[in-house]
């Protein structure tokens, strides 16, 4: 029984940690006239780490330095 228990619980958790769902982003840069500005970015039906991925990657953007962060 104890058996039948652990194998469904650790079944349940591989199915939350692989699940996919909507992550916001967040970057904040200086714009020419040295003002700061925020900019939201929604990265949908995407794991945790294919989103910290995409975030992350907002950073580059030309000559623009961003910093990004995922929450």
Do not use: F, P, R, W
Not at 16 to 45: F, G, P, R
């Amino acid at each position: 029984m104890k058996k039948l228990v652990l194998g469904v619980s650790a079944m349940a958790l591989l199915g939350l940690a692989s699940c996919k769902k909507d992550y916001d982003c967040e970057c904040t840069y200086q714009n020419q006239s040295s003002t700061t500005v925020t900019e939201h970015k929604t990265i949908k039906n995407s794991s945790l780490d294919d989103a910290k991925k995409t975030c992350d990657g907002y950073e580059s953007d030309g000559t623009i330095v961003k910093t990004c962060t995922l929450l």
